[in-house]
């Protein structure tokens, strides 16, 4: 039954709590002086009249609260009243001894409500002011002041008013986060990257927990490397190393959210007091490398993504603040999800549109292929016998034509796309075999190791990078000799060297510019960079492409 009653007042919000206390409190004093009349005599009709009508006042606050939620200007009237109130019925009623003394303390209670920390400091001192003024006149007019109960009761109006500031404050803080959380927004992503943009994400976690430095810690089913995040207060630098010598949170610890603090040593966690570890939490490098304080750390899992977010130097502990943290890590978790859903729909579009356009050249561009090559190979016993050897050669390129786009038509299957596997040595080595009889020139390759492997999707990517490359240094450059190495360590590194001598631009580049638009688009497309670089000797083509 109290719960309900409490609900219900809830409802209203603040202002009826305070209405009906105000109701209640005044209700029991006016039947109290009726009952037994304050001291001193002469007062007492004037209090007991002042009472009945703040009663009646009372309850039209209450009445109003019902039908319409006060505005700033009411309960701003309002709040001076219960103020104004509260001093005339002490001064008229003992002074420093009043049995209204509680009067007060629904003044500073209502102030909180309304107006939070300020609204606490701003009527306590209005009301310390006037106790204090009431003890003096009433000593200085030779009245009976009790100094003991007036020195607690204005330490008491003073230490409620400092708890009371703090609830405010509490309160608009909490409110502030809430907002906070409510405006956290997903946001879109931009060009393709290995990982998700995180740099909105900390920045918003850093302002609902109030904090300068947010770090995230993650690690993929696909990467064997660590990656990490760290909002500075202005920006996000992420980074990927090697694991630090082992797990980055302590097996003791692994999989929950806790607090942690370097002066103390201990470690407080959901459901265990706190206590020490055998060894630091956090790995020692990643401490050393932030040099904190405390920390307040939650764990996040988005397969095939799982990590932790780790809150540097948040304040002393609480369990709110451990709950706003794990609030963020699931936040986190959700824009890796994001991510992760994202990159998937964006692959099927391009798997659907590879497929519609496999048809199109399977059914258009390489059936003509076919139809041109039948009617040549028919027109061979026509042609005169010294234009023989220049037409067959004509037919076999027009052959290796036809055989370079089945196998591309086929490479774009999804299905194929998805399972088998390639020697990067082979991919190489059939490319530059056309490619040379297509463009007149020598070319050479050359990989480490011999059994690299790409996949089907990176074999049909490379193919066509390389076809670019060879077509740019035979056509632009003029190049005769050209030669091709690539190695194969958790990246693709291959480099293209020419020997030719007019390229787009004559200039030497030596520190590397981009390279032609198209090449250099679809290599970052696929995550990797490359640079172009000319001197006397010819050109090379520096390119690095992820392994898948």
């Known amino acids: 039954m109290p719960s309900r009653v409490a609900e219900w007042v809830a409802q209203g919000g603040a202002g009826r709590a305070v209405a009906y206390s105000r109701l209640l409190l005044a209700s029991v004093a006016l039947v109290a002086t009726y009952i037994d009349p304050t001291q001193p005599a002469r007062f007492s009709q004037i209090t007991y009249a002042l009472l009945a009508a703040y009663v009646l006042g009372a309850a039209l606050v209450v009445v109003a609260e019902r039908t319409a939620p006060a505005d700033s200007r009411r309960t701003l009237f ?38 939070g920390a300020r609204g606490a400091t701003l009527t306590a001192l209005v009301l310390v002011t006037a106790f204090l003024g009431i003890t003096a006149f009433q000593g200085a007019t030779g009245g009976d002041v009790d100094f003991n109960r007036a020195a607690v009761r204005t330490t008491y109006l003073i230490v409620a008013a400092v708890l009371l500031a703090y609830f405010g404050w509490y309160r608009e803080r909490n409110e502030e986060r809430l907002q906070h959380l409510a405006g956290w927004l997903v946001a879109a992503e931009g060009e393709a990257k290995d990982d998700p943009e995180l740099a909105s994400t900390l920045e918003h ?72 570890l055998a060894q630091a939490p956090l790995a020692h490098e990643l401490l050393e490398e ?51 859903l994202t990159r998937e729909l964006a692959e099927a579009s391009v798997n659907r549109e590879r ?5 199109d050249l399977h059914d258009g561009t390489l059936q003509d292929l076919t139809a041109a090559g039948l009617s040549l190979k028919a027109m061979s016993s026509r042609v005169a016998p010294g234009d023989k050897e220049s037409f067959t050669q004509i037919v076999e390129l027009l052959g290796e034509q036809q055989a370079r786009m089945r196998a591309f038509v086929d490479l774009m299957n999804p299905k194929r796309a998805a399972g088998t596997h390639t020697s990067l040595a082979a991919v190489l080595e059939t490319s530059g ?10 070319i050479q390759t050359r990989v480490e190791p011999t059994s690299a492997m790409v996949s089907a999707s990176r074999e049909l990517q490379l193919r066509l990078i390389i076809a670019e490359a060879i077509a740019n240094a035979a056509r632009h450059g003029r190049a005769s000799d050209v030669r091709i190495e690539a190695r194969m360590d958790d990246r693709i590194f291959m480099d293209v060297f020419d020997n030719g001598t007019n390229h ?40 690095e492409l992820p392994e898948a």
């Open 504 to 543: 787009a631009t004559t200039q030497r580049r030596t520190h590397g510019d981009p390279a032609p638009f198209s090449l250099a688009q679809r290599i970052t497309e696929m995550g990797g960079s490359c640079r172009l670089f000319v001197d006397e000797r010819g050109g090379h083509l520096a390119i």
């Open 78 to 115: 309002v709040h001076a009243v219960d103020i104004a109130v509260a001093a005339v019925l002490v001064f008229l009623t003992e002074g420093p001894t009043s049995p209204f003394f509680t009067f007060f303390t629904l003044a500073i209670v209502g102030g909180t409500l309304s107006w």
């Open 205 to 276: 976690a850093a302002l609902v927990l109030g904090v300068r430095r947010v770090l995230v810690v993650w690690e993929s089913e696909a990467d064997p490397h660590l990656h990490l995040a760290l909002w500075t207060g202005t920006e996000c630098l992420t980074s990927q190393s090697a694991e630090p010598g082992g797990a980055v949170v302590a097996k003791e610890i692994s999989g929950r959210s806790f607090y942690w603090s370097r002066v103390t040593g201990k470690v407080v966690t959901r459901r265990r007091r706190a206590r020490l």
């Open 433 to 442: 075999r056309a490619l040379a009889r297509q463009w007149g020139c020598r």
């Open 290 to 340: 932030f040099g904190v304080a405390c920390i307040s750390a939650a764990p996040f899992e988005a397969p095939p993504y799982s990590g932790t977010v780790f809150m540097l130097d948040p304040g002393p502990f609480s369990f709110e603040l451990l709950t706003l943290t794990e609030l963020v890590a699931r936040r986190i978790g959700d824009r890796f999800e994001h991510y992760r």
């Open 355 to 359: 497929a519609r356009l496999a048809r």
